[in-house]
């Protein structure tokens, strides 16, 4: 009798093994995915006006040869620029945010934008691979914050 519960059991476990993989899998894909945050009409202003945060934000449109070309490349610097508390990448789609678009003066795609303390600081124009960019995003923010801090002194 008792060698018949085995392979129930062995089942058991194995869905359980099984479950657990999927869920894993799941989460470490959210993971992968949350290091460039998608920024809506809704969502934009909020998040750039972060306090002591430098937002550097990619607008594109899904349809765009320049935007599609880029690849991997704005994931890639996401997960590069993980371990930087002051520095988000955040990306906004034009096609179904135009207000965002409108608003921050887009008109050719992409179109990269640094933004610290709610603020446009600038727009970058260089070259579009990951060290480039980190580079220019880690100086420009360096900038931004120096400035910030020089005006807030000021006010005091």
């Known amino acids: 009798m008792m060698w018949n519960r085995f392979p129930t059991l062995s089942v058991s476990v194995l869905l359980l093994f099984i479950s657990s993989i999927v869920i ?13 945050i998608t920024l809506t009409t809704e969502t934009f202003s909020d998040k750039v006006q972060e306090k002591d945060t430098a937002w550097f934000v990619k607008f594109c449109v899904p349809w765009c040869k320049h935007c ?4 991997t490349l704005w994931e890639d610097l996401g997960k590069e620029m993980e371990g930087e508390d002051e520095v988000e990448i955040g ?36 070259a579009r691979d990951v060290e480039s960019l980190k580079t220019f995003v880690l ?3 360096e900038k931004a914050a120096a400035k910030a801090q020089l005006d807030h002194d000021g006010e005091l």
């Open 91 to 126: 990306e906004v789609d034009c096609a179904t945010n135009k207000p965002v678009c409108s608003k921050v003066d887009i008109h050719s795609y992409p179109t990269f934008k640094l933004f610290y303390n709610g603020e446009e600081v600038t727009k970058y124009q260089g």
């Open 68 to 71: 599609k070309n880029l690849g």
């Open 24 to 36: 894993l899998s799941s989460i470490s894909n959210l993971s992968a995915n949350a290091e460039v």
């Open 139 to 141: 100086e420009e923010t």
